[in-house]
């Protein structure tokens, strides 16, 4: 097959960019553990209610300015709805439904993920500036999907 | 030059223009929906009648994204066929008008669901938001007619290779046929939700449904779907717009390997748009990531064919200097100018794209409004407005009529409108969505948020660009409909490009479907085998349904 | 059919298309084309032969189309997509 000498430059060029873009993300993904969440914890959505850590959810200190936040999302509301978490906290977020699928975003942060019922999904990201985050749902759960919200205090 | 008047068959255009004229019908009232979101969520107009934000939504998507498409795509492709590789056998066209019917009821169908309120589960109908059985039903009756549509395709292109032996078979024929190839093997994952899990769920016959398998299931299909969608139109800048221009095709064997690099690369690819999902490990994500990023480049490919085939064009006819050949184009020809705007309009969709699958960049995008900009940049930009240019031909060639040059320049402004509409509305969605806004929704402050209070300027321009976009389709409308029935009665070619070079043997060489569809499957088993089994024998326990609109 | 001598060579253009010419062919078949593309302006004047075995030397080096332009092209859009791809990457460490 014949390939023009530019076009064999162009390709080599652009798979080249390929390739180091996915070097970068795979290895920020694999060696700097910024994996997308992907946790593999399954729940019964039934039972959420009674299943540690969603029986008590909220802001559980782990350690030194190291938080768990267990959130349980469901059609329309996050609970808990408000939360303070002090200035430069580390803090693991784990999230169920117990209905539909929804999301959890708060804007302006990578933070982001999937909630589905039988599972439970995490990240952990640390709160570095001051301030009110918005968190809401971005995956289309009902007629009530854009009133579902809640808030996180970062204080000094 | 000679024009080729070579003519569809009169009964091939008829069943080519059935399945263009469903198309139209669904682009008009989905595009109403479309004005209709975002008038609503520039939070200055609310619906009438306790209408539903998200009935409209759903109608929307599901009108454009799954008819618009389906149907124009399988009539073109017969007219291609036809045009190319000979009038389609009795059998074949029988097949045809199946696929169509079973198709067209299947869309009213699932349409009724819809609008009755019985089904606001978007065109994604991710489980475990249940609609009425009769949605699902719709949805299945559409496929598997679209199969019967296939089957007739391919039953006219194996009785044409029996014919030909030796012989490549035509590129736009050979294109359809690829096109097809994907489309059936995607669809089996959509067929087998919505047959196994969600239709016996729906009618009450089983209690719960397994929600990743489903996701999963759909993404596998989704994914590739867009490049149904997509290369259509790369068949239209391959195999047409050469000929338009006066030019010649850049290279037929680099043509056909883009396409069987779509073929390969579309479909073991879904799991892109699960990437923020719990129940899939990240390892297979990335997996799924390197071979997204390899159906990257039969597009880097067609780039370079298409500015090739000007550039060629443009020297041809004298032009000098590094872009001189840009001013030698047909800009007043809208069989050029709409698909090349269409083409324009691919270089920031397509980037978008490669951001989206970038594996954890996609916590930046996901579920935002940006995700939204990105596909009315590819399917409502790069793929309607050249479906629009190649209607400017195909319409009058199948009704025996010509574009009169009033029609050609309103289909210019057409053009000019669409993209200045589509600026506004996709590029204000790009902005908003990294600043978080998300996709979906209807009007909310989310109780008066200063992030989503930030966001409203952003939904203005969306309505001022959705407004504009809806005056677009008010013209194709027009102009389609003069095409159709009201255009002065002539001969209309279906312009087919010649080859720059004579044939390079490879071109025979890519005909080997053993081998392709060989591929295909291996490459799916790598991808899918082991996460799929994992979702399957890990899973949790299942989910009732729930109607939560 | 346009019937075509060079030399004591001779074939039918559209048997050349059909892809049924030889590989030592192909090459006359891009002078063939050079000159079609020439003349498709000027309502089939006859090609110039003056030269053959001269075009073909000179075919030879210049066999591929000058596509400078197309390059230039192709990697504007390379760098754009680079920019966009880089500048979401930088916003995504920013908000890590």
């Known amino acids: 097959m014949h390939i023009h000498k530019y076009e064999k430059i162009w390709l080599t060029f652009g798979i080249g960019c390929l390739v180091v873009f996915l070097t970068v993300v795979g290895v920020s993904a694999f060696a700097a553990g910024q994996q997308p969440p992907s946790c593999l914890t399954t729940i019964d959505p039934e039972k959420v209610d009674t299943t540690p850590p969603f029986n008590q959810p909220g802001l559980v200190k782990k350690g030194n300015n190291e938080y768990e936040l267990n959130i349980v999302v469901a059609a329309f509301s996050f609970t808990p709805n408000t939360i303070e978490i002090p200035k430069g906290a580390k803090v693991t977020i784990n999230v169920t439904s117990k209905d539909v699928i929804h999301g959890f975003q708060i804007p302006g942060t990578n933070i982001n993920m999937m909630v589905e019922p039988g599972y439970v999904n995490s990240l952990t990201t640390t709160f570095d500036e001051p301030g009110e985050y918005t968190i809401l749902c971005n995956e289309y759960c009902g007629a009530g999907h854009h009133m579902m919200t809640a808030r996180i205090k970062v204080v000094e | 030059m000679v024009q080729s008047l070579e003519k569809v068959d009169r009964r091939d255009a008829k069943l080519a223009l059935a399945h263009l004229a469903v198309a139209f019908v669904a682009l008009a009232l989905g595009g109403f929906a479309g004005l209709l979101q975002t008038l609503v969520r520039s939070g200055k107009f609310e619906l009438p009648a306790g209408i539903s934000y998200y009935t409209i939504l759903t109608t929307h998507g599901v009108l454009l994204g799954l008819v618009l498409t389906t149907f124009f795509i399988i009539g073109f492709q017969f007219a291609a066929v036809s045009r190319t590789t000979g009038s389609l056998s009795d059998g074949s066209r029988r097949l045809g008008w199946i696929g169509f019917w079973m198709m067209t009821a299947g869309t009213a169908c699932t349409a009724f669901f819809i609008l009755t309120g019985q089904a606001s589960v978007l065109y994604t109908f991710y489980a475990p938001l249940q609609a009425h059985a009769g949605f699902y039903i719709g949805l299945a009756l559409v496929v598997v007619g679209s199969w019967v549509s296939g089957f007739g395709m391919f039953a006219h292109y194996a009785r044409w290779r029996k014919a030909h032996r030796g012989e490549a078979s035509p590129l736009l024929t050979f294109m359809s046929v690829t096109n097809m190839v994907l489309w059936l093997v995607c669809t089996l994952g959509v067929a087998a939700t919505v047959v196994f899990q969600l239709i016996p769920w729906s009618l009450g016959l089983t209690d719960r449904v397994n929600v990743l398998l489903s996701r999963t299931l759909f993404w596998y299909f989704g994914h590739p779907l867009v490049y149904f969608w997509l290369l259509p139109a790369y068949m239209v800048w391959y195999a047409v717009i050469p000929k338009v221009i006066g030019g010649k095709i850049f290279s037929d064997s680099l043509a056909r390997l883009a396409f069987i690099l779509f073929l390969l690369f579309s479909i073991p690819v879904g799991f892109h748009h699960q990437l923020l999902e719990p129940g899939i490990s990240p390892f297979w994500k990335y997996v799924q990531v390197v071979l997204t990023f390899m159906v990257i480049i039969p597009s880097l490919m067609t780039a370079f064919a298409m500015f090739a085939t000007f550039e060629s064009y443009g020297r041809a006819q004298g032009a000098t200097g590094l872009f001189g050949w840009w001013r030698k184009l047909p800009w007043g020809d809208a069989r050029f100018f709409a698909p090349f705007v269409g083409m324009l309009f ?204 | 059919m346009r019937k075509v001598t060079v030399a004591t060579v001779s074939y039918s253009y559209d048997s050349v298309k059909a892809g049924k010419s030889a590989g030592w062919r192909a090459c006359l078949t891009d002078v063939m084309e050079d000159e079609f593309k020439k003349e498709e302006g000027d309502n089939m004047t006859k090609p110039e032969w003056t030269k053959p075995t001269a075009t073909i030397r000179q075919t030879k080096k210049e066999k591929e189309p000058a596509l400078g332009g197309t390059l230039a092209s192709v990697f504007l859009l390379g760098f754009f997509i680079i920019f966009a791809w880089v500048s979401v990457y930088l916003l995504f460490l920013h908000r890590l």
């Open chain 2, 346 to 549: 691919f270089i920031p969709a397509g980037t978008g794209g490669i951001i989206n699958a970038s594996h954890q960049l996609n916590q930046v995008v996901h579920n935002t409004i940006w995700v939204t900009g990105h596909f009315h940049l590819t399917v409502a930009t790069t793929v309607v407005l050249t479906f629009f240019g190649a209607s400017y031909w195909l319409i009058p060639h199948l009704t025996g009529r010509v574009m009169t040059k009033a029609m050609n320049r309103l289909a210019i402004i057409q053009t000019i409108v669409w993209a200045v509409g589509m600026t506004f509305m996709s590029g204000s969605m790009h902005f908003a969505g990294l600043l978080g806004a998300p996709r979906r929704s209807a009007f909310s402050t989310y109780g008066n948020s200063p992030q989503a209070l930030e966001w409203i300027p952003y939904q203005i321009a969306q309505a001022v660009g959705g407004t504009i976009l809806f005056i677009g389709i008010i013209l194709i409308l027009v102009i389609v409909i003069n095409l159709a029935f009201f255009a002065p009665k002539g001969e209309t070619e279906f312009p087919v490009a010649e080859a720059a070079a004579p044939q390079e043997r490879a071109a025979l060489a890519l005909e080997n479907w053993k081998l392709w569809i060989s591929l295909v499957v291996a490459l799916i088993l790598i991808a899918y085998t082991v996460p799929l089994i994992d979702i399957i024998q890990n899973a949790p326990p299942g989910s009732k349904g729930y109607k939560l609109w």
